[in-house]
């Protein structure tokens, strides 16, 4: 009945400091670019790695032959094979397999995990095929996408820092994992190699990059989140003049890292305590898939706990961290029934709440708050990429058309997050400049994108 009386405080502070204004993202957006700078002076020069992804041949339409892809980043691997014909046939052909990774073997030695996945990538080459050529004389060769923290050692070597995502195998930090691949599948008998080692955001630009060469940044909203963008080696005082042909890079930004001038409430210091990484990935914290709805059932719990939200008792699964999933709270904010029906619905499937239409309200309320301040944050970040490649060019890409490609399935199907992502964006830019910007998504390029990167570093040209 007076629910919304003891609730209403609650949601002002919350709506008060989780405000994301102009100035605010500005703030945000300036500072990025100034991390992003120190990060290309010296490693740990900033919070953002800024790591080298030592690929100087971005793809130009013009591949030819046959390549194909590795994919290792959660608890499926994807192979892919494409037949390429360069600038009139371009994709003649593709194919791909996934093969989930029996749980055993995420915390099993690394001779198991490497063999697995030559085993797999055996097979599949096995029934190559059809549209799929390999020219008399030439090996097959592999882009490698590895979603796992990686020290870069050249285009087709890198250190593993450390597993993440539930993977623990013994044997392979410290350790070269395309040297742990190419043993592997000499074990396995397979005559294949690895000519490139590609982040995801990597791949999703060399991706991207192929279709249309104006794409200068990737950025990825999913689970997680980082970016990637196409810098100026002169712009990269690291390098030490270790300068190529095209006298350009892709920089691998990591910016899941970055913390400086976020807005944050005492929910995302309390989420951020209790994960396993406390004072880690802030920014990721605040606008990726992982955590939305996590930040969101903290705020639901306290003003059940406080403010009464659900009548007089506190729902006890609300207490259970990760209940509530981003899924949960995009599928409430897409209810624009009278009642309230399906919010009602999923929080009694999710959380075992009754909930009145008043309560209901205030949940959608919350939803919007926390999603508005993540979308708004990640417009911010991509600005800050933009302005940094804007500066190191003279203004040269402000003036013309700059494509920055977007995967991940938190911008994919969360509506207003997308919308706020953009409005972030063009409030930033301004509406002039923002019209030569186009976000553009990209679904799944990242495995072709690796492909096209093992060709364009091919050792048979
Ligand atoms: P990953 O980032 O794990 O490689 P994806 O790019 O597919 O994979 O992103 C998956 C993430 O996207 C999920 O963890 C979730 O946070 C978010 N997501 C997936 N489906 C939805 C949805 N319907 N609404 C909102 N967010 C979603």
Same mark, same amino acid.
């Given at each position: 009945?007076?629910?919304?009386?003891?609730?209403?405080?609650?949601?002002?502070?919350?709506?008060?400091?989780?405000?994301?204004?102009?100035?605010?993202?500005?703030?945000?957006?300036?500072?990025?670019?100034?991390?992003? /700078?120190?990060?290309?002076?010296?490693?740990?020069?900033?919070?953002?790695?800024?790591?080298?992804?030592?690929?100087?041949?971005?793809?130009?339409?013009?591949?030819?032959?046959?390549?194909?892809?590795?994919?290792?980043?959660?608890?499926?691997?994807?192979?892919?094979?494409?037949?390429?014909?360069?600038?009139?046939? /371009?994709?003649?052909?593709?194919?791909?397999?996934?093969?989930?990774?029996?749980?055993?073997?995420? @915390?099993?030695?690394?001779?198991?995990?490497?063999?697995?996945?030559?085993?797999? $990538?055996?097979?599949?080459?096995?029934?190559?095929?059809?549209?799929?050529?390999?020219?008399?004389? @030439?090996?097959?060769?592999?882009?490698?996408?590895?979603?796992?923290?990686?020290?870069?050692?050249?285009?087709?070597?890198?250190?593993?820092?450390?597993?993440?995502?539930?993977? #623990?195998?013994?044997?392979?930090?410290?350790?070269?994992?395309?040297?742990?691949?190419?043993?592997?599948?000499?074990?396995?008998?397979?005559?294949?190699?690895?000519?490139?080692?590609?982040?995801?955001?990597?791949?999703?630009?060399?991706?991207? @990059?192929?279709?249309?060469?104006?794409?200068?940044?990737?950025?990825? $909203?999913?689970?997680?989140?980082?970016?990637?963008?196409?810098?100026?080696?002169?712009?990269?005082?690291?390098?030490?003049?270790?300068?190529?042909?095209?006298?350009?890079?892709?920089?691998?930004?990591?910016?899941?890292?970055?913390?400086?001038?976020?807005?944050?409430?005492?929910?995302?210091?309390?989420?951020?305590?209790?994960?396993?990484?406390?004072?880690?990935?802030?920014?990721?914290?605040?606008?990726?898939?992982?955590?939305?709805?996590?930040?969101?059932? @903290?705020?639901?719990?306290?003003?059940?706990?406080?403010?009464?939200?659900?009548?007089?008792?506190?729902?006890?699964?609300?207490?259970?961290?990760?209940?509530? /999933?981003?899924?949960?709270?995009?599928?409430?904010?897409?209810?624009? #029934?009278?009642?309230?029906?399906?919010?009602?619905?999923?929080?009694?499937?999710?959380?075992?709440?009754?909930?009145?239409?008043?309560?209901?309200?205030?949940?959608?309320?919350?939803?919007?708050?926390?999603?508005?301040?993540?979308?708004?944050?990640?417009?911010?970040?991509?600005?800050?990429?933009?302005?940094?490649?804007?500066?190191?060019?003279?203004?040269?890409?402000?003036?013309?058309?700059?494509?920055?490609?977007?995967?991940?399935?938190?911008?994919?199907?969360?509506?207003?997050? /997308?919308?706020?992502?953009?409005?972030?964006?063009?409030? $930033?830019?301004?509406?002039?400049? #923002?019209?030569?910007?186009?976000?553009?998504?990209?679904?799944?390029?990242?495995?072709?994108?690796?492909?096209?990167?093992?060709?364009?570093? #091919?050792?048979?040209?």
């Amino acid at each position: 009945s007076n629910v919304n009386v003891s609730v209403a405080p609650i949601l002002t502070k919350l709506q008060k400091e989780c405000a994301a204004p102009l100035p605010v993202l500005r703030n945000v957006a300036d500072a990025m670019t100034a991390d992003m /700078r120190a990060g290309l002076v010296v490693d740990g020069g900033g919070e953002l790695k800024m790591i080298l992804s030592y690929i100087d041949a971005l793809p130009t339409g013009n591949e030819r032959g046959l390549f194909y892809a590795l994919d290792l980043g959660g608890t499926n691997f994807r192979v892919l094979r494409v037949q390429l014909g360069g600038q009139e046939e /371009r994709v003649q052909a593709t194919e791909f397999e996934q093969v989930s990774i029996p749980q055993e073997l995420m @915390r099993g030695t690394s001779e198991e995990l490497f063999d697995f996945i030559a085993t797999g $990538l055996a097979k599949f080459a096995e029934k190559e095929a059809g549209k799929f050529h390999l020219p008399q004389g @030439r090996q097959r060769e592999i882009g490698f996408t590895f979603s796992f923290p990686v020290k870069q050692t050249s285009i087709d070597s890198g250190i593993l820092i450390k597993w993440t995502k539930g993977f #623990s195998v013994s044997g392979t930090p410290g350790k070269d994992v395309v040297a742990c691949l190419n043993e592997a599948m000499e074990r396995q008998g397979l005559d294949m190699r690895v000519s490139a080692l590609v982040n995801d955001t990597v791949g999703t630009l060399a991706g991207a @990059r192929y279709w249309d060469e104006d794409v200068m940044v990737a950025v990825i $909203l999913g689970t997680g989140t980082n970016a990637c963008y196409v810098e100026q080696m002169d712009a990269i005082p690291k390098l030490q003049g270790n300068k190529s042909p095209s006298g350009r890079t892709i920089i691998n930004t990591e910016w899941g890292a970055f913390s400086k001038g976020l807005p944050l409430t005492e929910f995302d210091i309390d989420m951020d305590a209790a994960s396993i990484n406390p004072g880690e990935q802030i920014y990721e914290k605040t606008i990726s898939g992982m955590y939305l709805g996590e930040i969101v059932r @903290r705020v639901l719990l306290k003003m059940a706990e406080e403010g009464a939200l659900f009548g007089n008792s506190v729902p006890e699964k609300l207490s259970m961290p990760f209940v509530l /999933r981003t899924p949960h709270i995009c599928a409430m904010q897409q209810d624009y #029934s009278e009642d309230l029906q399906a919010v009602g619905s999923t929080l009694y499937d999710v959380a075992g709440v009754e909930s009145s239409l008043k309560a209901r309200k205030v949940v959608i309320e919350v939803c919007d708050t926390i999603v508005k301040r993540g979308g708004r944050l990640a417009g911010a970040g991509i600005v800050s990429i933009l302005q940094k490649i804007d500066e190191d060019s003279n203004g040269a890409i402000f003036g013309k058309r700059t494509v920055v490609a977007m995967d991940g399935g938190l911008y994919e199907n969360y509506t207003q997050y /997308r919308r706020y992502v953009h409005e972030a964006v063009t409030e $930033l830019l301004g509406t002039e400049i #923002s019209k030569n910007v186009v976000i553009e998504h990209t679904k799944d390029g990242s495995g072709i994108g690796a492909a096209l990167l093992a060709s364009a570093n #091919s050792k048979f040209d």
